[in-house]
């Protein structure tokens, strides 16, 4: 399609201000990270690391993100093993309501939060409380792999409707049992799509908080909670841009070696 030169400029302009409403907020809190100044000052007079040995400093925040990386470790593995099997089961066999078993996986990434929050709550507190399971980081885990077992279907789903049957198909016929097909051809075609899922699905937990909102028991704090519950205090917003500034590295970092590693070919390198 042939545009013009202005339509052309008209697109880039549009373009940069997208990308500048995204990102220049972002940019902003790790700028304000480095201000000397406990009070938001801009732009800063003096800038300074003060406000990160602070943040590493207190013991709050080291055990929030501890917690987040536990629920992240947890959600993920879950969804991994509940993702994988059912994008084999749907993309690989035909049964009746298949399509809306399908449905039903991805639902959870377009519900509201705060929808699935309450649900996921009236549930635990009706099943797992008689049980003795109170609401802590199990009951966080739960409720974060409800929506990331969603990446994980969707990334491994995608990939085995590009595997072409025809190489596990000649193994078969070469001898191989079902458990060394899977393990040399069908494993290494869906492998690069299983770590994006998995690292889609841990960069959606480590930054959620309205689920875990309903779902976390008294002293279960995850970093996003502990940013909500700190944003409002005295002295605290330098500190809380600290943490906000590790939060989106360590949300950018997966999000983009996922994005790297959907981009590869069928069976593409790690």
Do not use: K
Not at 70 to 78: D, E, K, N, Q, V
Not at 150 to 160: D, E, G, K, S, T
Not at 197 to 214: H, M, P, Y
Not at 234 to 251: E, F, G, T
């Amino acid at each position: 399609m042939h545009l013009s030169r202005s339509a052309r400029a008209g697109l880039r302009t549009a373009m940069i201000f997208g990308l500048a409403f995204i990102y220049v907020p972002l940019a902003l809190v790790i700028v304000n990270s480095f201000n000397a100044s406990a009070s938001f000052q801009w732009p800063p007079r003096r800038f300074s690391t003060v406000w990160w040995s602070t943040a590493f400093g207190e013991s709050g925040i080291r055990e929030a993100l501890l917690t987040s990386v536990r629920a992240g470790l947890g959600a993920t593995a879950l969804a991994l093993v509940l993702g994988t099997l059912a994008a084999f089961a749907v993309v690989r066999y035909r049964f009746f309501g298949r399509q809306t078993i399908s449905l039903l996986l991805i639902l959870p990434i377009a519900l509201p939060g705060i929808v699935t929050g309450i649900a996921l709550n009236a549930a635990f507190s009706t099943v797992l409380t008689p049980l003795g399971i109170g609401f802590g980081l199990f009951t966080v885990i739960l409720g974060h792999t409800t929506f990331c077992i969603v990446v994980v279907f969707n990334n491994v789903a995608a990939r085995l409707r590009r595997l072409a049957p025809s190489a596990e198909q000649a193994s078969a016929d070469l001898g191989a049992h079902t458990f060394q097909t899977f393990w040399h051809i069908t494993l290494p075609a869906v492998r690069s799509a299983l770590v994006a899922g998995g690292l889609l699905a841990f960069a959606l937990s480590f930054d959620e908080i309205v689920v875990t909102t309903f779902t976390a028991g008294p002293g279960t704090t995850t970093l996003p909670i502990w940013i909500f519950e700190n944003l409002a205090r005295p002295h605290q917003a330098p500190v809380v841009d600290v943490v906000a500034a590790v939060l989106i590295l360590a949300s950018v970092i997966p999000v983009y070696l996922a994005q790297r590693l959907s981009g590869d070919s069928v069976g593409g390198r790690l």
